[in-house]
């Protein structure tokens, strides 16, 4: 029950994703062949909403909604970082989808999504298994 609040932001999250089409395949196609602004806007604004949250939690010493206190801990970029982000970006544009909204495209009954959505599970877990193997 303690976690009915995370649900239903979650589902309005995902409601404001379909309606804005952020989830659409052809919204992403179009911003990976720079054919539309949309996406870009889209990102943009969360990239400056997300920066200016970060600021205010930091200077304001806001707490989480438990009230435990927020610690966000610098990550040096590495060639893992890279090479990962290029993999997600890769994967980005063959599936037209990137983790967050999957269940959005699934509750908006997408349900083909399904496989991508294996298809990240099975990765995460291929991550897990190989990651004392890879570049941090």
């Known amino acids: ?6 649900l239903l932001v979650g589902i309005v999250f ?3 994703f379909v309606k804005a089409e952020i989830v ?7 911003m990976f062949r720079f054919q539309s602004f949309h996406m870009y806007g889209v990102i943009g604004t969360a990239v400056v909403v997300g920066l200016i949250s970060v600021q205010l939690i930091k200077r304001l010493n ?3 909604l ?3 206190n927020i610690n966000i801990i610098p990550k040096p970029y590495t060639k893992g970082t890279i090479i990962g982000s290029l993999l997600f970006g890769f994967g980005w544009a063959i599936t037209g989808a990137c983790p967050g909204p999957l269940f959005a495209e699934i509750g908006a009954g997408f349900w083909s ?7 990240a599970i099975a990765g995460t877990w291929v991550y ?3 990651r004392h193997r890879l570049p941090h």
């Open 24 to 30: 659409s395949w052809f919204r992403i196609q179009e």
């Open 14 to 16: 995902g409601v404001v």
């Open 62 to 64: 806001i707490k989480s």
């Open 128 to 130: 897990g298994a190989i």
């Open 66 to 68: 438990d009230g435990e």
């Open 113 to 119: 999504i399904g496989v991508t959505l294996l298809s």
């Open 1 to 6: 029950m303690k976690n009915l609040k995370y």
